[in-house]
């Protein structure tokens, strides 16, 4: 160790000629030390058991049921599972929402889980070819189009599907391999028989982003980054903030949504529950509030 | 995490061969470190088994992938060379410097390492997306920042120039104080001082500071797609390209994130070969 000169009291400004801080003398010290007991004191108290007793009616099985589902599906089935945990207080309902293509890949891989909800059937095919869900299970239980939304301080005025191509508009979409995606371009090249040969050229070009599921590009035209985004219909209803422009029906897709419990379901009757739930007139309505198009029986 | 530095040890790590002389290891540390090695280590055995069992060199032919590697190469690039042209001065002040401040500066440096991704990318849309002070400034100049190649790189250099200022701090603190002593005694200036005593001691630690840095940036993601978004030959760096691509296919997911993988443990490797005895983590 160096003898640090510390006699001489050291000057605010300058070149140090101290090579290790030493702790301050007196009060600067308090607060460092406060500090830290501070931060442990946090750190134990997050890994201490939670300090009120559980409900007396402890119930001698509490499971989890673990639902994987669309992006899109996220607001729907939150009210839904509201439905779900009050009909079943001894269930804890766990969701996992993401782009149908990643959820696939997961389930692939050995992800754990009871229900399976997607925005497409094209990712649910793959499944029962693997076994992992019952043939003839994956009903359609809702549908739902697309939509274009626009932040209502956009710089760049998107009134009509048209304006979508004008240089210079900022447009959001999924990620081609993701159903939100492969929809949006089925619906972008649709388009150019009424709005001319380039339509769908010029607005690939004005792509600024490819997300990699539909909340994120709602999240980008919502915090105003982007002009325009492809969304559904029922994501334009959870962000009512933003201005939606229709598509016309016959230009349109409709997204067929299939559900189905897994068959190495841990809580394989829960997991029925939860999809004739979402599949009774209960359910359907929740899903309707929530801007998904009603399904024939 | 480096050790204090407030002398040179005489050599950075001797390689202690464990002889009976020195009594046989702890038996309890044996096993707890080969857990620790299983878990580190299976996860990064089973992607490459199974990222180059299913042919990477078939995705490489693919434009897209190239786009990606080819940005990930510039874009890191780019935010290395910011990061030492700005970072270096910044961390010769803190090491050599008293000011008031200081610690909270040390603190504001330190704080991306530790900063979920999630909340730099927030952090960097609310200083320059469209809608915050400086975003509205630019865009009147008619610059924009978010989904432009720009603030890929400024995603990097946020989270890993600190890597490098800590890295290069520490080194200039360990450079022993009698040579500066001496340096002052023959009349050195502060600026002779940097430039013929401070930077030869400290070239090692500088270059490991730097493969650091490149390698983090190699590696960021979270806070370039919330920041600059996703698009192939724009903004998709390899990170995005893997986690879009298993969106898509979980083939191309391997192979890339074997391929990154590879990459990335040869920069460390060249890391090791380089470090000096400061230690730097």
């Known amino acids: ?297 | 995490m480096g050790r204090s530095p407030s002398r040179r040890s005489p050599d950075a790590s001797p390689d202690r061969t464990l002889v009976a002389a020195r009594g046989r290891p702890v038996a309890l540390f044996v096993l707890l470190a080969g857990l620790m090695v299983l878990v580190l280590a299976v996860p990064v055995l089973m992607l490459l088994w199974r990222g180059l069992t299913s042919d990477p060199l078939r995705f490489l032919a693919d434009p897209t992938v190239q786009a990606a590697l080819r940005l990930s190469a510039w874009t890191s690039s780019l935010a290395t060379a910011a990061a030492l042209i700005l970072g270096m001065p910044l961390a010769y002040l803190l090491a050599r410097n008293r000011f008031p401040g200081r610690t909270w500066l040390e603190v504001l440096v330190d704080l991306p390492i530790v900063l979920p991704p999630a909340v730099a990318g927030i952090a960097l849309l609310a200083a320059f997306g469209r809608r915050s002070l400086i975003g509205a400034a630019l865009a009147q100049l008619g610059i924009s920042l978010p989904f432009t190649t720009a603030a890929v790189v400024l995603a990097q250099v946020f989270v890993a120039a600190p890597l490098f200022i800590r890295a290069a701090r520490i080194g200039f603190n360990s450079v022993d104080v009698q040579i500066e002593e001496a340096a002052y005694t023959e009349g050195a200036s502060q600026w002779q001082l940097f430039r013929h005593v401070m930077f030869p001691l400290t070239g090692r630690a500088l270059f490991a500071g730097l493969v650091l840095c490149w390698a983090r940036a190699l590696g960021e993601f979270g806070a370039t797609i919330l920041f600059a978004g996703n698009l192939p030959g724009r903004t998709q760096t390899m990170p995005l390209a893997i986690f879009i691509g298993f969106q898509q296919d979980i083939g191309i997911a391997l192979a890339l994130a074997s391929i990154l993988l590879v990459v990335s443990g040869l920069v460390l490797a060249v890391l090791r070969r380089v470090e000096s005895e400061a230690r730097l983590y």
């Open chain 1, 1 to 297: 160790m160096q003898p640090s000169q510390s006699e001489e009291r050291k000057p605010r400004w300058g070149v140090a000629r101290r090579w290790r801080p030493t702790p301050k003398e007196g009060a600067g010290n308090w607060v460092w030390h406060a500090l830290a007991v501070g931060v442990l004191a946090w750190a134990a108290a997050a890994c201490a058991p939670p300090r009120e007793a559980p409900p007396a009616q402890a119930p001698a099985e509490a499971s989890t049921l673990t639902v994987f589902a669309a992006a899109s599906l996220t607001d729907a089935f939150q009210a839904i599972g509201e439905v779900f945990e009050q009909a079943h207080p001894d269930t804890q309902l766990v969701f996992n929402f993401a782009a149908s293509s990643a959820l696939r890949t997961q389930l692939e891989e050995g992800a754990p889980a009871d229900v399976v909800a997607f925005a497409s059937e094209k990712e649910m095919r793959p499944l029962i070819a693997a076994g992992l869900v019952e043939a003839g299970a994956g009903q359609v239980f809702t549908a739902n189009d697309m939509v274009v939304v626009v932040a209502p301080q956009s710089s760049t005025a998107v009134a009509s599907l048209k304006d979508l191509a004008h240089p210079g508009v900022k447009v959001v979409m999924v990620a081609p391999g993701v159903p939100a995606g492969d929809y949006a371009r089925r619906v972008i090249e649709s388009l150019e028989s009424v709005l001319g040969a380039d339509f769908a050229e010029d607005v690939f070009a004005n792509v600024v982003s490819q997300e990699d599921n539909v909340r994120q590009v709602l999240a980008k035209v919502q915090l105003g980054e982007a002009d325009a985004g492809w969304v559904y219909r029922s994501d334009a209803q959870a962000a009512p903030e933003l201005r939606v422009v229709e598509i016309p029906a016959e230009f349109n897709v409709r997204a067929a949504y299939p559900i189905a419990p897994l068959r190495a379901a841990e809580n394989p009757m829960a997991a029925v529950d939860f999809v004739e739930l979402v599949r009774s007139a209960h359910g359907q309505r929740l899903l309707e509030q929530g801007g998904f198009l009603p399904v024939g029986p």
